[in-house]
């Protein structure tokens, strides 16, 4: 991991603590750094009428357009997850994020033991829709 997923992987991780998961027990965090340099937070918010809940990265998204100006493009996400693989976003998620990507747009999965499943914004949600196709 270099420095900067490093740094994301800590505050996915830490704000996974946070989480409000008593029904499916699966904590789940989220960091993105946004392509200015800004980093946001979230986690996983379940509720009684589950699966009525909210996702990590949804979370984290909600966050970066309520503290940015203008339009914010996701640079980098890592979400972290427990398991001996890394859980990837589901695929509410995906497109959620793919509202905010651009080419260079890098998710990085995780656990929280450390592995580190890494791939671009393309193999995470192929041929997808986008804002582009509204223009």
């Known amino acids: 991991m270099d420095d900067e997923v490093r740094q994301l992987f800590d505050a996915a991780l830490a704000v996974r603590?946070?989480?409000?998961?008593p029904y499916s027990g699966y904590r789940v965090g989220?960091?993105?750094?946004t392509s200015d340099g800004e980093v946001f937070v979230g986690c996983n918010v379940e509720n009684a009428?589950?699966?009525?809940?909210?996702?990590?990265e949804g979370g984290a998204i909600s966050a970066m357009v309520a503290g940015t100006d203008g339009e914010?493009?996701?640079g980098r996400i890592v979400t972290v997850t427990s398991g001996d693989t890394p859980g990837t976003p589901c695929g509410g998620c995906r497109q959620?994020?793919?509202?905010?990507?651009d080419a260079e747009t890098t998710i990085h999965a995780a656990t929280v033991d450390g592995a580190v499943e890494t791939m671009p914004m393309d193999a995470l949600l192929p041929s997808s829709f986008g804002p582009e196709r509204l223009a």
């Open 96 to 101: 959620k994020i793919r509202e905010f990507a």
């Open 17 to 21: 603590e946070r989480s409000h998961s």
């Open 49 to 56: 009428a589950y699966p009525e809940g909210v996702c990590a």
């Open 72 to 74: 914010p493009t996701i």
């Open 30 to 33: 989220a960091a993105l750094r």
